[in-house]
């Protein structure tokens, strides 16, 4: 009897995971990926086999057989890609019955709990829910020991989706909203939902039955039991359906340390006037670790909705009809003692191992890779939580997390280093890069999210040559700036320098005195580019090498020197600052100025990077966006 490896893959996890318009359906399409995949590895393990890549979580295993013990799972952890060595007893197909077994099991419950009463003057939609309840999941499985064989299985593309008519999905392009009626009147089947749903759906949704079973399942996944093929039976377990919206991440430190320093009164004063527009009840901000660590120390106080927060949310007079309330909570928000209103910006951090599959084929690493990436795994919940972040998935090599603007470089690092220290504890040497995407909470966060992989892979890892951080901000009016270094370039120690320079200029402009204190080194900052346009060489054409600077990197040091100081940094400040301190304040943010590429193949610590001899003038304007929080002042 020759042992073989089955190989298995579960998708679409764009298709299913990055169409979202909401944070929780964000979270939601990685939770339930990740359970359809758990399914998958117990229906493996039921058959006496061993899942060799990546190591089975069982705390997570256990959770799904119904045995409750220790903490409740509450993201994804479990890939959607896994192998097992297995014999002529495995069977196979049981393990793809499970999968779309347990999405019915899910599915059928929200219909049960939400739709059947309500359906039954509406035929149409059980038709429509059935066909894209069983016709969503493309499963791709294969038995060999060539490791590309399930790559090659997933290019037939034998799972064709059903042909889908009528009014669009709010939520996820191309499929048919759940009603089937015409455009003219599809309110009279979504507006009673609605109601019923409270705040879990908008006024102008319309969703298909794959976004309706992620939009309400939390509220019944407690109560998913079903017998597995394989002889096991499967459980859900309670979930929070509370999730940190944009706007939470972006206002949580701000409210953190306003609950923190302000009087009792005005505090008392702000969440009445909050609780006035905005039920607390499906508020996710009390999440997060700040504020729940703030409130914790503030006896008397409950959570509020962070949408009361922000001045574009008020002045919205369809969000906030009652005009008396608005003018109450913008009276509560002046009496403040915040000389700042909270950040419009939030960060999506996505990070992924550089070149694992090609430690993988080393037989030697076989045992210690898995190991490596549990450690890992476990280890990334508790420091996406100490830096107030929202883990939506921890697996593999991969991570996917939420967090404020002002915590998610330095989350990033830490991330790294695990991962480092992960792998140097079995004695190998495996590297990770990251992405990190800061999105004002007005833009689409599906735009957002799909962006972010191709910031991942086609800058962080090509450009840069893997073990990378890339960084792109996002505004209203679409991308903003973009910057990228190796690792190695980014950090200063565990610090990212380029936080330790925003912070710098911060704390500049608050030595500044008088109403103009920000204006004069945002004067720098804005002349910026013109300088540097100066100082860098001409641009060379495609293919040919480039042309050198026309200022040695002395020189150009000492031209923006005289610049800072021209721009207004010595008002009010004492001692002034001298030609040489400027000097030493600039330097390091020139040199994050200057793209690094890493050559991943060179093993000469001397020739590993390439350090181009233009400035780009991105890295400054990031640095100021950081120190500013994204926030421009006049």
């Known amino acids: 009897m020759t042992d073989r490896t089955f190989h298995f893959t579960l998708g679409p996890v764009q298709g299913f995971v990055a169409q979202a318009r909401r944070t929780r359906d964000f979270w939601a399409g990685s939770f339930l990926l990740s359970w359809l995949a758990g399914a998958a590895m117990q229906t493996v393990i039921v058959q006496d086999r061993t899942i060799v890549f990546p190591t089975a979580d069982q705390d997570y295993l256990a959770w799904l057989r119904g045995e409750r013990k220790g903490k409740r799972p509450r993201q994804g952890g479990i890939p959607n890609r896994f192998k097992v060595t297995v014999n002529d007893q495995f069977q196979p197909a049981l393990v793809e019955q499970a999968v779309r077994k347990a999405w019915r099991a899910v599915a059928e419950k929200v219909w049960e709990k939400d739709l059947k009463r309500h359906c ?45 008519a009528g009014v669009k999905c709010s939520v996820m392009a191309g499929w048919q909203e759940l009603s089937g009626l015409p455009a003219k009147t599809l309110e009279t089947f979504w507006k009673p939902l609605r109601q019923d749903c409270g705040r879990d759906f908008a006024d102008d949704e319309a969703l298909c039955a794959i976004a309706f079973v992620k939009r309400r399942f939390p509220h019944y996944f407690e109560q998913v039991e079903a017998k597995m093929p394989g002889g096991w039976t499967l459980h859900g377990w309670s979930v929070n359906p509370r999730t940190p919206s944009t706007l939470d ?19 008392l004063r702000l969440h009445e006037a909050a609780k006035s527009l905005f039920s607390e009840g499906d508020s996710g901000i009390d999440r997060l670790r700040c504020v729940k660590d703030a409130y914790r120390e503030r006896s008397g106080l409950t959570r509020l909705n962070s949408s009361a927060l922000f001045a574009h949310v008020l002045d919205n007079k369809k969000e906030c009809p009652d005009q008396t309330a608005v003018r109450e909570m913008k009276k509560a928000l002046k009496a403040l003692q915040r000389q700042e209103s909270p950040t419009p910006f939030y ?66 690092a830490a991330v790294r280093q695990v991962y480092l220290d992960a792998f140097g504890a079995q004695g190998l040497q495996s590297t990770i890069s990251a992405a990190v995407e800061y999105a004002h909470v007005k833009m689409p966060l599906t735009r957002i999210l799909g962006d972010a992989h191709k910031l991942l892979d086609e800058v962080a890892k090509d450009e840069r040559g893997r073990d990378a951080l890339a960084v792109r901000v996002w505004k209203p009016g679409g991308k903003a700036l973009e910057w990228a270094m190796p690792w190695e370039w980014a950090l200063d120690g565990a610090e990212v320098k380029l936080s330790q320079l925003a912070a710098q200029f911060a704390r500049d402009d608050a030595t500044v005195k008088g109403k103009e204190a920000d204006r004069f080194s945002s004067k720098f900052f804005y002349k910026i580019r013109e300088r540097f346009d100066l100082l860098n060489p ?15 990197e002395s020189d150009a040091l000492s031209l923006l020197a005289v610049d800072y100081l021209a721009s207004g940094v010595n008002e009010g400040r004492e001692p002034k600052l001298k030609i040489k301190d400027a000097e030493e304040i600039l330097r390091p943010l020139l040199q994050q100025c200057r793209p690094v590429t890493r050559d991943p193949e060179e093993q000469d610590e001397n020739k590993k990077f390439t350090s181009s001899q233009r400035l780009e003038v991105d890295g400054a304007l990031l640095i100021r966006f950081l120190a500013h929080k994204g926030v421009e002042r006049s």
């Open 120 to 164: 039954e003057r509406y035929p149409d939609s059980r038709v429509i829910w059935d066909r894209q309840i069983n016709g969503f999941w493309e499963i791709a499985w294969c038995i060999g020991d060539d490791d590309s064989l399930l790559d090659r299985r997933k290019n037939w593309r034998t799972q064709i989706p059903p042909a889908e």
């Open 347 to 412: 960060a999506i951090l996505l990070m992924d191992g550089d070149s694992l599959g090609a430690l993988l084929r080393n037989q030697d690493h076989q045992l210690k890779i898995p190991k490596a990436l549990e450690h890992f795994t476990r280890a990334v919940p508790d420091i996406v939580d100490r830096y107030n972040g929202f883990l939506i998935y921890a697996g593999g090599d991969d991570v996917l997390a939420l967090l404020p603007l002002e915590d998610a470089l330095q989350c990033a």
């Open 538 to 552: 001409p641009r060379c054409k495609s293919g040919q090498p480039e042309e050198s600077a026309i200022f040695n």
């Open 249 to 267: 991440l972006a206002a949580a430190p701000w409210l953190a340390q306003a609950v923190r320093h302000e009087s009792e009164a005005a505090l």
